[in-house]
């Protein structure tokens, strides 16, 4: 897991506010690149720097369950 992905995961975890947040990130041993994008909270920059996915769908599919139940 990168630097930028793991230190995402633990704000997430643990609510940083914002001081700790930028603390956080100008510990982070990462490209320049990416610690601007953390900054900004740009999530599309750090997407494309991460080599993320452009799009992603989440879907669940589930069978109606009313069906046959008259």
Sequence with gaps: MT???????????NGLSPAQYA????LLDIDGRQRQALLDRDAATLN??????????FAILAPDEDVGQD
């Design 3 to 13: 630097g930028a992905i793991g230190f995402l995961e633990y704000a997430g975890r």
């Design 23 to 26: 603390a956080g990130v100008s």
């Design 48 to 57: 494309e720097l991460l080599g993320g996915r452009r799009r992603l769908l």
